[in-house]
Structure formats: C-alpha cells, structure tokens
C-alpha cells in the first residue's frame, strides 16, 4: 500500500480536526454547554437506542414544524381551533377564517386540554374529573366515543410514539399507557411533584423535564427507563407551568407564573441558567414558525411577550385592549395568527403575529384552557396542545 504524501496527509488531518471542531459547536446552544454528566454514559446508549426520533438538520429542532409544512395525513383536515371550557364541560370549534364558533358539544368533567395523538390522526380531549378522554376526529371535527382514563390533567406521547403518557395532576402520578388503545403499562409515583402538569423532551427524546406547579420544582424523568433521575429547585414560591426546548436543543424554558417569567434550564446538565421576567402570569410558551421567538402568555396581566431566541431577552411585548387572560393555544400553520384562550374571560383571541394587534376576540364557554390549533405542521405531536417535531 502506497501512503499518501506529507502535505496530503496534513490535509487529512486539518480536515479531521475541523470536523471536531464543528461537532463541538454543534453540541452547543443558547448559553446552553455540550452534554456532560446527565447524557446517557454508555456507548452503545448514546449510539443505538431505539427511542431517539430522526434528526431535523442542525438549525432547529422544530425545523419539520416549520411554516406550512404539513404531514401529508392532516392535509385534508379542515382547519379549527379547539377550544375546552373547563367550567361549563364543552368544547367549541371555531372556524379560523370566519371567527365562529361552528360547533359546540359537551364533554366530560373538567375538560383541561385538546391534545393531537403522535400519529396525528386523533384529538383527545383531557376530561379531568370526568376520568375520560373524548376523541376527536380531525377530518370532520366531530367527538366519538369517550375512553375511560383516570385523572388526565394533561396528555403527552413519547418521542418514539409507543406511550401516551398521563399527567394524573390529583393523584401525584405519571401513567405510562399504549398510545392507541390507552391501557395501562406503567405508574411512575412522583409524590415530591405536586401538580405534576407540563413538560418537554430533550432533543434526542431520552428525557422529559416535568414541571410540578406546587411544588416549586421540576423533576427529570428518563423517558425509556420511565424513572425519576433528578430534581430541580426552582426558588419558594414558584409556580412552574409550561415548558418548551429551544430550537437549538440547548436549553428548555419554564414558564413560571408567580414569578413572572421564565426559567432557562440547561437541556444537557439540567441546571438552571437564569431566569427572563416576561409579565404577570407567565404561563403558556410557543415557538413561532421560523423559530426565532417564543410567544410568552402573561395571563396575569393581559399580555404577550415575544422572547428572542438567539438573544434569551424579551424583544417586544403585547398588550390585549382592555385586559384580558391569554392563557394556552398554539400558532396557525402559515404563523401568521397567534391562538389563545382567554381563561377568565370566556373568550379566544386570534392576535396577529407580526404585529400583536388583536385580529378578532371569539365568545366561547366558560373556563376556556387548553386550546389546540390543529392541523399544525409537524410530523408526529408530543401532545399537549401540540408540540410538534
């Protein structure tokens, strides 16, 4: 064999390092460190499980959610917002480009949240006291027939689509179920989590964080040995809700709504990297379509704060007229229209996001909470009221 000339092989060999090099600064995120002591310590973890979905290039992790990129099975879909009134045990449907309600039904006790399945195929509405979860079928919009499911606060699905996964918020516990039939598999007992409610997965999909509302904590749940393996102390008082991963992977951000802002955790060692104030109230979180801002909801105080990505800070805030409580919703499928429910005010507002102007304010039920935009671009949901990748 004839070896390679020396000025080739320092060529190979600069070639090597700079794939290192960029490696590295892939690893990284917004203030956020390459994955140290809490990423997987074997080898054969790191390079062969089964549980880490594809990748989505190196420019976000919401990049197959990205601005009209719809999955071709929810492409004849009709458009509609989903709206749980809590309080009154209904759902509205609006249409979005007439602003009506088009349909109104009821539903079991305490409907928290309108959830997509990891297939896309079904929207499960979360009936919290009623034990149940009604279907939805997307393609027409109409409700089936309840499944029997206890205490569903909140619903997610794992990353490789084979559980559902319950927040049962009353009963201090985490139900791991089949995410078609939802029977049961596993209860992970999380005591020390009291209103165990919201949460998101890492970029490779091996851990969850987990917010606990009265607790003040988050817990760190490893997804596939369905465990708790870290606790992470927010300050007194916090009242942790909805989180969200950076488009880079790198950091997860926590709304907390006594606080008023947001917590950034670290996504590889699962620390906290500082705290943004954003309003009263901070509740809800959404990525806009080309990833470039989180919409904050301050139901507190009747606004919206739009935080930069690349920055961490607020870049601008909006102000609903007259007040209002922005509470949970999700962003239109052109990004063009920013969905809430207002949670006191028996109303949804369609607000305008390239300019916050509120488009139109929809009379709905009473205690509207989880609404769902759907169909959303995405190629399979992690639930909630749609976290796409």
Request: charged share 20%; glycine share 10%; with cysteine.
């Amino acid at each position: 064999m004839v070896s390679a000339p020396p000025s080739r092989r320092r060529a190979l060999l600069w070639a090597c390092l700079l794939a290192v090099a960029a490696a590295m600064v892939v690893g990284c995120d917004e203030g956020g460190d390459p994955p140290r002591s809490e990423a997987p310590r074997s080898t054969t973890e790191a390079t062969s499980r089964s549980d880490v979905p594809a990748r989505h290039g190196r420019t976000s992790v919401y990049a197959a959610a990205g601005r009209g990129r719809l999955s071709p099975v929810v492409r004849g879909f009709r458009p509609l917002i989903y709206v749980p009134n809590s309080d009154s045990a209904t759902v509205d449907e609006i249409d979005p480009r007439t602003y009506e309600v088009v349909r109104h039904f009821p539903v079991g006790a305490l409907p928290q949240h309108v959830v997509p399945s990891y297939d896309l195929k079904t929207l499960w509405v979360t009936n919290d006291l009623g034990n149940s979860l009604t279907p939805i079928d997307p393609r027409t919009g109409r409700p089936g027939k309840p499944v029997p499911v206890i205490d569903p606060y909140n619903l997610y699905f794992t990353p490789d689509g084979r559980f559902a996964v319950v927040m049962a918020e009353r009963l201090r516990r985490i139900d791991f179920r089949d995410a078609h039939t939802m029977k049961l598999r596993h209860t992970l007992s999380v005591p020390n989590c009291a209103g165990v409610n919201h949460a998101d997965y890492t970029a490779g999909g091996r851990y969850m964080l987990v917010s606990c509302e009265f607790a003040s904590r988050m817990i760190v749940v490893d997804v596939r040995r369905q465990r708790v393996v870290k606790t992470i102390s927010l300050r007194a008082g916090a009242k942790p809700q909805d989180v969200k991963l950076s488009p880079k992977g790198g950091l997860f951000y926590v709304a907390d709504m006594v606080s008023g802002g947001v917590w950034k955790v670290d996504a590889h060692s699962f620390r906290k990297r500082g705290f943004v104030p954003t309003g009263r109230g901070a509740h809800g979180l959404y990525p806009s379509r080309d990833s470039r801002f989180l919409y904050v909801s301050n139901r507190d105080e009747g606004s919206i704060s739009v935080l930069s990505f690349a920055t961490g800070k607020v870049d601008r805030k909006w102000r609903l007229p007259g007040g209002g409580s922005p509470d949970m919703g999700g962003v239109s499928a052109d990004g063009r229209v920013l969905w809430l429910s207002g949670r006191y005010h028996a109303a949804v507002y369609a607000i305008d996001t390239r300019t916050g102007r509120l488009i139109r304010q929809i009379p709905v039920g009473s205690g509207p909470h989880g609404l769902s935009v759907y169909p959303q671009p995405g190629r399979y949901s992690l639930g909630h009221t749609g976290v796409f990748r």
